[in-house]
């Protein structure tokens, strides 16, 4: 029974070093929800958060070059949506994270949405109109 014991200890002692509070520590970014595709072409989104000031900064990865036209920003939960316009013809790379909108008082827990619009490649692409769920980390 002794030897039980001291095995779960250990185990737990083990687990709790093992998941520090600073694995997601300020600066850094917390990959999370996925978008489908859109138009007639085809981009999925990572999104994801970085702590900046005394809130967070929503990030977005496209799969493909994109530009953005529109994209709105939910918080379902709380009855928020901030829509806003692109320039519609900067190209953001394929597969670079970039800061997409930041925000105070984001919990974690919470389950955003983002629609993002826009085309392919560049402002004579196709277009694209995504939706994506994203978990606050």
Sequence with gaps: MKKILFLLLVSFVTMFIGCSDDS??????????????????????????RVEGNGVMFTVKPSVAITVTQYTCSLPAQNFT???????????????????AGFTGVQAGQQWTFNIQGKIGNAQGAAYNVNVNYTAQ
């Design 82 to 100: 901030e829509t806003y316009q692109g320039d519609g013809v900067t190209v953001y790379p394929a597969n670079q994270v970039q800061d997409f």
């Design 24 to 49: 997601n520590p300020a600066g850094s970014t917390g990959m999370g929800g996925t978008g489908g595709t859109g138009g007639t072409g085809n981009v999925t989104f990572v999104m994801g958060q």
